[in-house]
């Protein structure tokens, strides 16, 4: 059973935590701003993503406040400068950008009330953060209202006119290593998730290969209760059925397998499609 949500009906605080709680984890944008008058001005934004590469383009949102309608410094400051910086955040400065979010009166610089380090900027004038791994400098092409209301969002559209990215996170290729960089996501209410460890996987799709699909696959696998949904679709992304050369080969060099029962077979396709062995686990289960 699904319970039912009509936005139409649902205080704008109940729904704002079914929306958020469900759109996650998010990434963070940790925004450095300035006024017109150069005062810093540091947030964290989880309305984020990246949504262009050619151009550069990154898009949050700075949102009403439920409780009073008000909206925030960052959005002020980019009416006035339309610059920002969008840092990245870690582990290790979590806890940071938390006291950072705090609704500090204007002028006051989150910068000196987390601790972290405000350095100049190639391109733009708001300050980049020392200890995030990497710092974007971009220029605000176009600022879009989607309500007055308490909650409504204001979509900051972004273009990167230059990134800075820490060497301690690349691999060998210099390539962002997802293990190194060790990123935060933001979950519905307080709860964030650390991308690091078993958390991160590998998900290899072929580039230019079409499965051969969960449709074309035999019953009998399809309705395996001892095959989990990602059993299966592994199996269903497979390039193509296997040769009747593979599949004989393979009959040969495991020809005591051949008397298993269906339960022992699928059992051991199981353990072997945990162990990347998928084109394997479909010959056992077909032959
Ligand atoms: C992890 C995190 C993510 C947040 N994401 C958003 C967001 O996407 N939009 C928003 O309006 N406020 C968001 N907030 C709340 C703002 O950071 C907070 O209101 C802050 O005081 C705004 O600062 P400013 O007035 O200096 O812009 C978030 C807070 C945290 C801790």
């Not at 092409?141 to 204001?154: F, M, N, P, S």
């Not at 799709?205 to 019953?219: A, C």
Request: aromatic letters at 6%; a negative charge.
């Amino acid at each position: 059973m699904k319970i039912k949500i009509d936005p139409a009906k649902t205080k704008t605080a109940d729904l704002h935590q079914y929306l958020l709680g469900s759109v996650a984890p998010r990434p963070i944008a940790f925004v450095s701003t300035v006024d017109k008058e150069g005062n810093a001005n540091l947030a964290p934004y989880s309305f984020f993503n990246a949504f262009s590469s050619n151009p550069p383009m990154l898009v949050f949102s700075s949102n009403r406040k439920v409780a009073d309608n008000t909206t925030k410094d960052t959005l002020h400051n980019v009416r006035e400068t339309d610059e920002v910086v969008i840092n990245v955040v870690n582990h290790a400065i979590l806890r940071q950008m938390a006291l950072s979010s705090v609704s500090y009166e204007s002028g006051v610089s989150e910068f000196e009330k987390s601790g972290l380090t405000p350095v100049p900027s190639d391109l733009v004038k708001p300050f980049r953060v020392k200890e995030s791994p990497v710092n974007m400098e971009c220029v605000v092409k176009d600022v879009i209202t989607l309500g007055y209301e308490g909650g409504a969002g204001h979509l900051i559209i972004c273009e990167v006119v230059r990134m800075h990215v820490s060497e301690d996170v690349l691999d060998e290729n210099k390539k962002i290593d997802p293990h190194k960089i060790d990123l935060m996501g933001r979950m519905g209410r307080a709860f964030y998730t650390r991308a690091s460890g078993d958390s991160i996987m590998k998900v290899f799709q072929p580039v230019g290969e079409i499965p051969i699909g969960y449709d074309k696959l035999p019953e009998h696998i399809k309705n395996s209760n001892i095959l989990s949904a990602n059993d299966i679709a592994r199996l269903a992304g497979l390039a193509a059925w296997p040769t009747d050369e593979k599949i004989k080969a393979w009959k040969d060099a495991n020809g005591e397998l051949k008397g298993k029962d269906e339960k022992g077979k699928m059992k051991l396709a199981k353990e072997w499609i945990g162990v990347d062995q998928v084109e394997e686990a479909f010959i056992l289960l077909v032959c």
